[in-house]
Nanobody, 127 residues
Framework: VQLQASGGGLVQAGGSLRLSCAASGRTFSSYAMGWFRQAPGKEREFVAAINWSGGSTRYADSVKGRFTISRDNHKNTVYLQMNSLKPEDTAVYYC?????????????????????WGQGTLVTVSS
C-alpha cells in the first residue's frame, strides 16, 4: 500500500490544521491506521490510532482532547484534525498502516508495529 500525507503547514499557536493520508493499493479498510510525529532531534512518537472501522480510537496523552483521528473507508483516507495547536506540536507527521485491524493492548503505540509509512507532512506552530 502507498500512503500520501498532506495538509501540513505553518499555523499560529491556538490554530487548527487537518492532515489527510490517502492510501492506495491493498484494501484500506482491512487495517487500523496510525499517526506519528517526529520533531527535530527527537525520536518518532505515537500521536493517534484508529481501528479498521473507525469505531475505536487511541491518543497520546499530549494530544488528547485537542486532536481527533478519523477515517473514510470509501475514500481510502485517514484524517487528523488538530486543534489548539501548540509550538511543541511542531514536527513532521507521518501516517502508517498498522499490522492488525484492531487496536489491542498498547502495541499500537510502537512504530515497529506499523509496516507502511507515508512520506510525512511538516507542521510548524509558531508562538
Amino acid at each position: 500500500v502507498q500512503l500520501q500525507a498532506s495538509g501540513g503547514g505553518l499555523v499560529q499557536a491556538g490554530g487548527s490544521l487537518r492532515l489527510s493520508c490517502a492510501a492506495s493499493g491493498r484494501t484500506f479498510s482491512s487495517y487500523a491506521m496510525g499517526w506519528f510525529r517526529q520533531a527535530p532531534g527527537k525520536e518518532r512518537e505515537f500521536v493517534a490510532a484508529i481501528n479498521w472501522s473507525g469505531g475505536s480510537t487511541r491518543y497520546a496523552d499530549s494530544v488528547k482532547g485537542r486532536f481527533t483521528i478519523s477515517r473514510d473507508n470509501h475514500k481510502n483516507t485517514v484524517y487528523l484534525q488538530m486543534n489548539s495547536l501548540k509550538p511543541e506540536d511542531t514536527a513532521v507527521y507521518y501516517c502508517a498502516t498498522y499490522s492488525d485491524s484492531i487496536l489491542g493492548g498498547t502495541y499500537y503505540q510502537r512504530s515497529s508495529e506499523y509496516d507502511n509509512w507515508g512520506q510525512g507532512t511538516l507542521v510548524t506552530v509558531s508562538s
